[in-house]
């Protein structure tokens, strides 16, 4: 549902497994997905305007 989100607003996101690395497993394990940009984090649960806040709290342009 997050990646059909960032998909809705068309924006580029890199999927990252944290399947096979513990230091981001033991991190993340159970708020993913999580985006990052420049260490600033959005941890699911997450709707839309709160992706769009982050997104504009972080100066990231998006098609509306």
């Not at 607003?9 to 993340?28: G, H, N």
């Not at 992706?51 to 342009?61: K, P, V």
Request: proline share 5%; no cysteine; glycine share 4%.
């Amino acid at each position: 549902m997050a990646f059909e989100l960032t998909q809705q607003l068309d924006i580029e996101v890199a999927v990252v497994d944290i399947a096979f690395d513990d230091e981001l497993f033991s991190r993340y394990g159970v708020t993913i997905p999580v985006l990052n940009y420049q260490g600033n984090e959005l941890n699911w649960p997450f709707d839309s305007p709160q992706l769009q806040i982050w997104l504009d709290n972080n100066g990231i342009t998006y098609n509306k």
